[in-house]
Every structure is written in C-alpha cells, then in structure tokens.
C-alpha cells in the first residue's frame, strides 16, 4: 500500500465552459476515472484541490450584493465545502471508499512579508478605470484569451486588473492530527486543504494554543482561538504540508501540462522526467518556474522529497498510468 496525496489543480474541477455546476460535475467524473490507474496500483488517496474558479464566481457575487461583502476567508471556506462536496459526489465509491471532506484552516504568520506585499491575484478582470475604483489593492496582469478559469498568462493576452491578495507561507494545518487519523481509518479519501486551506492567525496576537504539533499524538491542535485574514494560501504549499500530516509517501500534483519542462515555452523546452531536491532548485534558482504556477509546485515537491524521503510527481491526469511508470511527468526524488 501507498499512501498518496493527490493535489488537484484548476483544470481536474473545470476545464472551460461557464462552470456550472454541470461543468464541473462532468470534469469531476473525468478527474474520477483518470485517478484509477492509482487505485489499481493500490494508492490509498487523499486529495487538495484549487478553488480559483470558484473564489473568482463568489467575489463577483459579493461585489454585486447589496451590504457589506463575505471576507475572503469565509468565501475560501465557502468554495472548499462546494468543490469537497462535488467531488465526494462524483467520485462517489470509485477510489476506495465514501470521500469525507474536511473544511481545512492553515495557520499563517501575521508577520509573513507576503502581507506587506500582496501579489496573488484572484477574482475577476476589470478594466483600468474600474480597477482604480475599487477599494482594494489591484495590479495590471496579461488576461489569457479564452480562459474560464481565472488564470493568468505569463505573456501575450490582453492587459487587464485584477485584485491582488497575500499568499503567505503555510505554516501548519490546524485540523493535522483529525486529517491523519481520517486517512488512517481506511474508509475512503479524505477531501482537506481546498484552495490551499482558509488563512488563519492566533486571535489577539495569541499563540494558538497548543501550536498544533502534528507529531503530539493527539493534543487538540486547534486549542485556541482564530481569526481568519484576507489572504489566499497556495495549494501546492498547502499539499506538501497534508502530506506530511497523513505520512504520504507519495505526493502527487496534477495539472494542466504533463510535466515541468527546463526553458519552458521556448523552442527548446524539454521534460526534466527525474531531478533530486537539490537539481531542481538549482533549476529554481535559475527562474525556471514562475512563482505564479509552476513555482510552488517544484518548491512543496523538493521540500517533500527532501524532507520525508517520500517521491513527488507532476502529471496531467490523463497521462497518469505513463506518468506512473516514468515514461511522462516530472519525478522528484530524495537523494
Ligand atoms: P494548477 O491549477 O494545476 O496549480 P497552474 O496554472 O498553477 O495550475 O500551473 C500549471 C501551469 O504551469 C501550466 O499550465 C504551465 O503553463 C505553467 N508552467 C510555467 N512554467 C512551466 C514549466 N517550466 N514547465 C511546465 N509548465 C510550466
Ligand atoms: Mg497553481
């Protein structure tokens, strides 16, 4: 038996089309049967999810809605429940078992510098003038054509505005040890971590209580009390830290593109198919992977890697099965 966790990116929940419901019931299905290789090679799953799409549908929401506007925690809280739901539904008994879904918050440090400095941007597009209206922080990025998904271009597309938001470091889930103790009970996956978790801070400069050492054996790690912030945490970040609290062996991102490649985009772009943590963060280091994607992919695999002795794997979901016997994807491995 493995014990994988399998972190699923925008494109696993919605593809293109309006995201309906419909839309993103129907990718699930597919995002289902694609994850079957892993239940026959006897991958016990649990699975993180993104929530771009479906935080960028609730902002519009708030920013139409009369009174004052849902906080973006709660919003991220709101989108964790909606995709875990649609995925227990549609994956229903395939992967071993009825899915739970754990509604997961992230502790964060109130000092992290990405509070200084927001740079993640989430909801919709605007133009100039209206971006200059809003009363919050916004940045110019390259709109990519024909993208339902919320995503950006890293060039090319139309310049347009959009919010922008901390995405501070993940330093520790409060619900680690429940998470653990629900994968270990063998009944089916467990959904957690969505959208990279719902940000939170010790309450009134606190500190959280116990602190949440996964490894206590069972001290209540979210003792304490919580305040949630204004903030989006990435879910590769947070993957790499479900992870560790459930002993994966296995970390596994899938996405859009079936590997991550070395001059990516360039007519010399190639497949980096095995690299240690070392390798790819001197590949890192040499901007290889912008922070806004790829980035934090290679950074939760080279720290998983390293620090577990487990092996990471980039793959898109429908090249799995070659992905899984090395013939596609990126596989990092411990020294
Ligand atoms: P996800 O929702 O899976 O997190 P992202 O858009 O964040 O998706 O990351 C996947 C994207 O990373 C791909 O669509 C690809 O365009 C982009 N990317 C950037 N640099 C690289 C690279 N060096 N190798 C492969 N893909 C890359
Ligand atoms: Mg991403």
Avoid: W
Avoid at 88 to 108: C, I, N, S, W, Y
Avoid at 259 to 281: F, N, S
Wanted: proline share 7%; glycine share 14%; charged share 25%.
């Amino acid at each position: 038996m493995s014990d994988t966790v399998v972190a699923l990116g925008g494109n696993a929940i919605l593809e293109s089309g309006e995201g309906t419901v419909a839309d993103q019931r129907a990718r699930i299905r597919e995002t289902r049967d694609a994850l079957a290789p892993l239940v026959e090679r006897g991958h016990d799953l649990t699975l993180t999810h993104g929530n771009g799409p479906q935080v960028g549908h609730r902002l519009l929401a708030e920013e139409a809605a009369e009174g004052d506007p849902e906080p973006l925690d709660v919003l991220v809280a709101e989108t964790q429940a909606q995709v875990g739901y649609l995925l227990a539904g549609e994956f229903g008994d395939a992967l071993g078992g009825r899915p739970t879904a754990v509604v997961t918050r992230v502790r964060v440090d109130p000092d992290d510098s990405a509070f200084e400095n927001p740079q993640k941007p989430v909801g919709p597009y605007y133009s100039a003038e209206e971006a200059a209206a809003k009363p919050f922080e916004t940045t110019a990025v390259h709109r990519s054509s024909g993208s339902a998904d919320g995503r950006d271009d890293a060039a090319g597309g139309a310049t347009a505005h959009r919010r922008v938001v901390p995405s501070p470091e993940p330093e520790e889930l409060l619900e680690a040890d429940r998470i653990r103790r629900l994968a270990d009970d063998d009944g089916g996956p467990v959904i957690c971590g969505g959208g990279g978790g719902v940000p939170v801070v010790p309450a009134d400069g606190g500190d959280g209580g116990d602190g949440g050492d996964s490894d206590d054996g069972g001290t209540a790690p979210d003792a304490g009390a919580y305040d949630g912030v204004a903030a989006v945490v990435d879910k590769d970040r947070t993957s790499r830290l479900v992870a560790e609290a459930v002993g994966a062996d296995t970390l596994l991102f899938l996405t859009d593109v079936d590997a991550a490649y070395l001059d990516y985009g360039t007519p010399d772009q190639r497949r980096l198919a095995e690299a240690t943590p070392a390798e790819v963060r001197e590949h890192a280091a040499d901007d290889q992977f912008p922070a806004g994607s790829m980035g934090p992919k290679i950074d939760a695999c080279a720290t998983f890697a390293g620090e577990t002795g487990g092996e990471a794997l980039i793959a898109a979901p429908d090249r799995l099965a070659e992905a899984l016997d090395g013939d596609s994807g990126t596989r990092i491995v411990p020294e």
